[in-house]
């Protein structure tokens, strides 16, 4: 199979990458290993991408910790969502931009070409990952680089975007709603704040839910006021602090629940208007230990979430809870929204790629703001990227 290469940049003929060979945490089965062969395109649609920055998310943490290796490839090499740079192409990867009445109008992606995206699970569990000097992906599980944006910042919009934007959908939110976001300041979360923000429009309110820590980063995100998750030092818990605010009257048009809280699905009832109009839209329970028995409690509360029965101890809302996968027309959505400036990336820490350990033990913390990333290579500002 003939490719196309970026004559500026000689392909080594090994790389660095975190792979692991057993099922676990990060920490205990992560390995960094030095002589990885550079993958080979698998296909006349596949790329070959030097990988700049990589972005965490727990998703890629649930299935290193539980699919076992009789499911998968090994070894297996960490992580999913990426930015970087065009290196090598199949012979049926577009070089050229298309007719101008192309739909596909930035479907291109000559060497050269700075990209964001994300492998896709099937391709993960054969062993692919992004955590590495060098990935290939398919044509189709990448997009240009939004060209205000930074590779850091782009690293992190594959999965967490696109969840947002499918979390928005399912929203149906209009222009002048009062919207509620739990966890506004957090991978996922901090997209469906500006989402919502674009989507209520001036006459609208957006609510955020988040530390107070972060409180100068929800109202830039577009909240129009935020309140503590944290209970106050005088015993206030946030459902105290909701019925103080907006008690008496159900004040929510939607609640966009970005972490998985159970506490506030239950309690929704007292702010959510009724109606099928007024959905209660969730990334899904939150996973409260890396265990067998916290994924058994996970799967319990998302069948009893939208299938128990108000008068069996039920919810009386529509519950939503929206699962989502990286595709072409996301990723189109995701680069279009962010080279307007609707869409913005808040990078929560960064550390080197030999440090990666550590951003995971932030991620576990459940305390980080936006994205965290992992750097492996910072493109020179003087190096031409293809337009």
Avoid at 262 to 267: A, D, K, S, Y
Wanted: with cysteine; hydrophobic share 40%; aromatic share 8%.
């Amino acid at each position: 199979m003939e490719m196309e290469q970026d004559p500026t940049m000689d392909i080594p003929q090994s790389m660095r990458a975190w792979i692991y060979k057993k099922v676990g945490m990060p920490n205990s089965v992560l390995q960094l290993s030095h002589d990885r062969p550079i993958p080979s395109l698998s296909s006349d649609t596949s790329i070959l991408v030097r990988v700049s920055h990589v972005a965490l998310h727990l998703g890629t943490v649930f299935l290193m910790n539980f699919v076992p290796f009789l499911f998968r490839s090994s070894p297996s090499c960490a992580e999913t969502d990426f930015s970087g740079v065009v290196v090598a192409v199949g012979p049926k990867v577009p070089q050229s931009p298309p007719d101008p009445e192309s739909p596909d109008l930035q479907r291109y992606f000559p060497p050269g070409t700075a990209v964001f995206g994300s492998i896709a699970v099937a391709a993960h569990l054969q062993g692919h990952g992004a955590l590495a000097e060098y990935l290939v992906v398919e044509m189709d599980a990448i997009a240009r680089k939004p060209e205000n944006l930074s590779f850091a910042e782009a690293s992190g919009l594959a999965v967490s975007g696109a969840t947002a934007i499918t979390l928005i959908d399912a929203a149906d939110i209009k222009p002048g709603d009062c919207v509620l976001v739990n966890a506004c300041c957090g991978g996922v979360g901090h997209f469906a704040t500006q989402l919502a923000r674009e989507k209520v429009g001036e006459t609208g309110t957006v609510v955020g839910i988040c530390s107070s820590s972060s409180t100068q980063i929800a109202m830039q995100l577009g909240c129009n006021e935020v309140l503590d998750y944290h209970p106050a030092e005088d015993g206030t818990t946030l459902t105290d602090a909701l019925t103080s605010t907006f008690g008496g009257q159900a004040a929510f048009d939607a609640i966009l629940d970005a972490y998985g809280s159970q506490t506030l699905w239950h309690v929704s009832l007292a702010f959510l208007k009724s109606g099928v109009d007024h959905p209660y839209t969730s990334v899904g329970p939150a996973l409260t230990s890396h265990t067998l028995a916290g994924m058994l409690s996970m799967i319990a509360n998302m069948v009893t979430n939208t299938l128990l029965p108000v008068w069996a101890g039920g919810v009386n809302r529509v519950h939503k809870q929206v699962a989502s996968f990286v595709n072409i027309e996301k990723l189109e959505r995701i680069r279009e929204l962010s080279n307007k400036g609707k869409l913005r990336t808040h990078v929560g820490a960064a550390w080197e790629f030999e440090d990666a350990i550590e951003a995971y033990e932030m991620l576990f913390s459940r305390k980080a703001k936006g994205k965290l990333v992992v750097r492996i290579w910072e493109p020179a500002s003087n190096l031409s990227f293809t337009s």
